[in-house]
């Protein structure tokens, strides 16, 4: 198991009914059957060398943090039509991850989820 990977599991499987299942060949993270986080691994061809990590992000954020920031965050393929971003991983420390993390999870998770995160 990488450390990518074990930053990204602390970060996600910390959050209220969190659970990983793989899909398409790389770990994927659901509340209530739905993602909210996508690795992608340095291995696979969507991480282009480096892992990364996509998640569901609020109206206009995606496009504000990729222009702000574009070594560390892109569009990923798939998903980034609906908003989600991309992450490298090895640009983000451990407290950005998770807070890009519970902003996903926030997107996807019930309200009473929601309402059970703490920053």
């Known amino acids: 198991?990488?450390?990518a990977l074990s930053r990204v599991r602390a970060a996600c499987l910390a959050l209220p009914e969190a659970l990983e299942q793989e899909a398409w060949g790389e770990p994927t993270f659901r509340v209530k059957k739905r993602i909210f986080a996508m690795f992608a691994s340095a291995r696979n061809h969507h991480g282009a060398g480096r892992?990364?990590?996509?998640?569901?992000a609020p109206v206009g954020v995606q496009q504000m943090l990729v222009r702000s920031d574009p070594d560390?965050?892109?569009v990923p393929p798939?998903?980034?039509?609906?908003?989600w971003i991309g992450i490298r991983l090895d640009a983000v420390d451990d407290a950005e991850l998770r807070s890009l993390v519970v902003q996903g999870?926030?997107?996807?998770?019930p309200k009473k989820l929601q309402a059970l995160v703490t920053e």
């Open 1 to 3: 198991m990488s450390d």
């Open 51 to 56: 892992d990364g990590l996509w998640c569901p």
């Open 72 to 74: 560390k965050f892109f």
């Open 78 to 83: 798939y998903v980034g039509v609906k908003g």
């Open 105 to 109: 999870f926030c997107q996807i998770a």
